[in-house]
């Protein structure tokens, strides 16, 4: 299985809701990243978490607020988002945070559009 | 200032015909490079990585080549067909210190192959 699931594949919010993207993987990767994409951009990395722990925050807003419950689960919550905030959300894992030569799979991504 | 500069930005060709995409880097130091595939508002999917000694990997009808002296790569798709049709990206990973190694993405390049 070399699958990481996102959920939902697609989500509307308004800029006063709260809700939460879900990331899930079972291939004992002890990586985990959220990344965002805009149209016609590459992604963009805005966290990182290594052993269930946060490892890399790239100044993202406090209204994104990233967990892992657990070695095969990463959450991001959305606060109070903007409409600039609308993208593809993509998240990734790896074997280990030391990317070296270790291969990183991607999830489908959440399309994410805030209104 | 590390960047990752792939050409063509866009592509159209006929179905059965061969390309070849290029990529340029300047990051260092450079630990790997990978080819992505990415269909439209999905996620990523690995094509091929590739270390600094490696200079051809091939992976059904995708080849990619690496000379690292000259930090240049290439994607060449053989006997393309329609489902080819995605952006493919270039993504260089970087010793960001320590045993933390960061991904480079490339902006693309947009291939269309049409019947």
């Known amino acids: 299985d070399t699958e990481v699931t996102q959920t939902p594949k697609h989500l509307v919010m308004g800029m006063t809701n709260k809700k939460s993207l879900k990331c899930e993987q079972h291939?004992?990767?002890?990586?985990m990243y959220w990344y965002k994409q805009k149209a016609k951009k590459p992604p963009e990395l805005m966290f990182v978490?290594?052993?269930?722990?946060?490892?890399i925050n790239e100044s993202v807003p406090s209204r994104f607020s990233p967990e892992c419950p657990n070695s095969s689960l990463l959450n991001l919550h959305l606060h109070a988002l903007q409409p600039e905030d609308s993208a593809l959300y993509l998240c990734a894992s790896s074997r280990g945070q030391g990317f070296m030569n270790t291969e990183a799979f991607f999830g489908q991504g959440t399309r994410l559009t805030v209104v | 200032k590390n960047q990752v500069e792939q050409s063509p930005q866009s592509l159209i060709i006929l179905e059965g015909k061969n390309c070849t995409l290029q990529c340029n880097y300047t990051v260092s130091p450079f630990s790997n490079l990978r080819w992505y595939k990415q269909d439209t508002g999905r996620g990523p999917v690995s094509l091929t990585i590739?270390?600094?000694?490696?200079n051809t990997k091939s992976n059904g009808r995708y080849t990619a080549t690496l000379d690292a002296d000259t930090k240049q790569s290439s994607l060449h798709i053989t006997a393309s067909q329609l489902s080819d049709s995605a952006s493919y990206i270039c993504v260089v990973s970087v010793n960001s210190g320590g045993s933390n190694y960061k991904l480079t993405f490339g902006k693309g390049t947009l291939l269309t192959v049409n019947p």
């Open positions: 978490y290594s052993y269930e722990k946060l490892s």
């Open positions: 291939m004992g990767h002890r990586a």
């Open positions: 590739m270390t600094f000694s490696e």
